[in-house]
C-alpha cells in the first residue's frame, strides 16, 4: 500500500520561508519521480515542482522559480520543498504526489499514480 504523508505546512508571513517534507512509503522511492502540486480555493490543482528519481534533474513553475527548493533523500524515502520569499498568493493546500510509470511529464497532475492528502499553507500578507 502506497502512501505518501506531507508535513511542515503551517501560517507564514509574507516573506517568511516554510519547509515541505513528504513521507513516502510503499513504493520503490529511488526509481520513481516525484512532484509537489498546490490547490487554493476556487483554482485548479497547479503545479509547483519535480524531480527526477535519482535528483539529477529539477523543474519548477515559473511563478515559484527562485523562490522554491525541491530536494530528495532516497536513503530517507522523502522529497522535501523549501519555500522562501513566500507571497500571499502561495497560499494553498500542498501535495506531493508519485509518478511510477514510464511516461511522465512532469507538470501533467495525470502523469502521476499517487497523491498525498495535503498540508496547508497560508501566507499572511
Known amino acids: 500500500q502506497v502512501q505518501l504523508v506531507e508535513s511542515g505546512g503551517g501560517l507564514v508571513q509574507a516573506g517568511g520561508s516554510l519547509r515541505l517534507s513528504c513521507a513516502a512509503s510503499?513504493?520503490?522511492?529511488?526509481?520513481?519521480?516525484m512532484g509537489w502540486f498546490r490547490r487554493a480555493p476556487g483554482n485548479e490543482r497547479e503545479f509547483v515542482a519535480a524531480?527526477?528519481?535519482?535528483?539529477?534533474?529539477?523543474f519548477y513553475a515559473d511563478s515559484v522559480k527562485g523562490r522554491f527548493t525541491i530536494s530528495r533523500d532516497n536513503a530517507k524515502n522523502t522529497v522535501d520543498l523549501q519555500m522562501n520569499s513566500l507571497k500571499p498568493e502561495d497560499t494553498a493546500v500542498y501535495s506531493c504526489?508519485?509518478?511510477?510509470?514510464?511516461?511522465?511529464?512532469?507538470?501533467?497532475?495525470?502523469?502521476?499514480?499517487?497523491w498525498g492528502r495535503g498540508t496547508q499553507v497560508t501566507v499572511s500578507s
Open positions: 504526489a508519485a509518478a511510477v510509470g514510464r511516461r511522465w511529464f512532469y507538470g501533467s497532475p495525470e502523469s502521476y499514480d499517487y
Open positions: 510503499g513504493l520503490t522511492f529511488s526509481t520513481t519521480n
Open positions: 524531480i527526477t528519481w535519482g535528483g539529477k534533474s529539477t
